[in-house]
């Protein structure tokens, strides 16, 4: 979690105006609020903040090897005049996306999960796709900047957007969500191009089977976003698969590529799942050995950590909770600069000390014309070393009374971490290891020692069943 100050100012000139603009891959006019210089500015713009958001993920290699077959992507693309940028985000959810203007981004977590280079071809297509076919342009247009009514993929209400610098930041571009048949466009474009640049499309089909897998095993509230408008994953990999028949057929190709072991040897050593370093949760406690504090969950809320805030929302997306680092030399500086940033009108406040930690308690309200309900906030500032931390509880004004035990539960056990245990803790990696002999892909887990109750996890890390045969001197993936 680091400081940040995220805008983007998009200017009202361009909700004055509308035009058709001839769409780049289907040659029909499409209603558009964008010109094309607009996307690129504001993809442009966008960028900076969805790095803040995410991180970067620090591998020259990894880097490389997406820069070097993105452009190889983009220049055979409906759109090779952009000038197309690709980054890995360092977040261990799966997922990929893209943003107006050619910014392509793949979390760490999807690079981990691919098993080939043909998989993220494929992937990598889709998300060319969406800017090729001016999806997400598309969705800007109809949507107006309309109030994003989510934080990091949970779902709240609208007025609660200011508060997770989401709507008024690049971020809210990421939560336009694309329709049905905007997704299978972009997997047939995803097709096509893998295709063109000579990688057997019809993996990008098999992969639709890890994230379903996923989608199953980790619950519908973590369903990964390149699944999310697609009800039906196995029809979603039929249709690819006879797809990639099709351009195989009209490239004429006959060797077509899938380069597993070489892709397996370039992620050997990524980060797996959460890097404590930035924070992780055990038994409902957040840690962060960095800055060396923790503190207690709100049970059955979602959470999501960014490199700005800490977020929880409840269930029912009627309250939220979320920390970050306040701005000001003092607590009174701070408290005072969160009572401007946030436009709240101060109801009461008072000096206290939250585990012998110096501290600001405040009620405000926040009352806007364009809301429909008021906002009501509790906010402990807590000095600890050089750092002021804002915990923020908001809630409708209404139900606020409700959830007051939470946010002190919560903000009130906010303390220092000292315990060495949790302060030196090692995030997982994935390993590549060879398979010593002919069997199944259990027998190759035991015989690499990897703990029985993450066999079905680590079946789906590498795209396989349990029983599915291993030759000797095959490469497969583990977690150490």
């Not at 797996?272 to 930035?278: A, L, R």
Request: aromatic share 8%; proline share 4%; charged share 20%.
């Amino acid at each position: 979690m680091k400081r940040v100050l995220i805008s983007l100012s998009i200017t009202s000139a361009l909700l004055m105006f509308t035009t058709c603009a001839k769409n780049p891959v289907t040659g029909k006019r499409d209603l558009m609020l964008l010109s094309e210089s607009q996307e690129v500015a504001m993809g442009k713009q966008s960028d900076p903040d969805i790095i803040r958001f995410f991180g970067l993920y620090e591998d020259k290699n990894l880097q490389k090897f997406i820069d070097e077959k993105g452009q190889q992507m983009a220049a055979i693309s409906h759109r090779n005049n952009l000038k197309y940028e690709f980054k890995i985000v360092d977040s261990p959810v799966v997922n990929a996306f893209a943003v107006p203007g050619g910014y392509v981004y793949f979390t760490r977590g999807i690079m981990a999960h691919f098993n080939n280079e043909a998989e993220f071809a494929g992937v990598l297509g889709h998300e060319i796709g969406h800017i090729t076919a001016r999806h997400s342009a598309k969705q800007y247009s109809n949507a107006m900047l309309a109030q994003i009514g989510l934080v990091a993929g949970m779902a709240l209400s609208p007025e609660f957007a200011q508060f997770a610098d989401l709507a008024q930041s690049g971020i809210g571009l990421l939560f336009l969500k694309f329709g049905r048949d905007a997704e299978s466009q972009s997997d047939r474009l995803g097709v096509e191009y893998s295709t063109k640049i000579n990688y057997d499309a019809r993996e990008m089909a098999g992969f639709f089977q890890t994230l379903d897998r996923l989608s199953t095993q980790s619950g519908s509230d973590e369903v990964p976003t390149f699944l999310s408008t697609h009800p039906d994953p196995a029809d979603r990999e039929e249709k690819v698969a006879k797809l990639a028949e099709e351009w195989k057929r009209k490239t004429k190709s006959t060797s077509l590529k899938v380069n597993r072991d070489n892709y397996l040897k370039m992620i050997d050593g990524i980060v797996y799942g959460e890097d404590p370093k930035q924070g992780f949760v055990e038994n409902n406690i957040f840690y962060h050995p960095v800055l060396k504090f923790q503190f207690p969950l709100p049970q059955g809320w979602s959470f999501q950590n960014t490199p700005q805030q800490v977020q929880m929302a409840s269930k029912d997306g009627r309250a939220m909770i979320i920390l970050t680092l306040a701005p000001g030399e003092s607590l009174e500086a701070a408290a005072e600069s969160i009572l401007k940033n946030y436009q709240l009108t101060l109801v009461e406040s008072q000096k206290d000390r939250i585990n012998n930690l110096p501290a600001i308690i405040m009620v405000a309200d926040q009352v806007s014309q364009q809301q429909q309900q008021s906002l009501r906030t509790l906010s402990y500032v807590i000095q600890y070393g050089d750092n002021i931390y804002a915990m923020i509880g908001v809630s409708i004004l209404q139900a606020f009374n409700e959830y007051v035990p939470t946010f002190k539960s919560t903000m009130g056990r906010f303390n220092t971490l000292t315990d060495p245990e949790k302060i030196n803790k090692k995030p997982e990696r994935i390993r590549i290891k060879t398979v010593q002999q002919n069997g199944t892909l259990l027998n190759a887990l035991q015989a690499a020692r990897v703990n029985d109750k993450r066999a079905d996890e680590l079946a789906t890390l590498n795209g396989m069943m349990l029983t599915d045969r291993v030759e000797k001197g095959m490469l497969i993936k583990v977690i150490e």
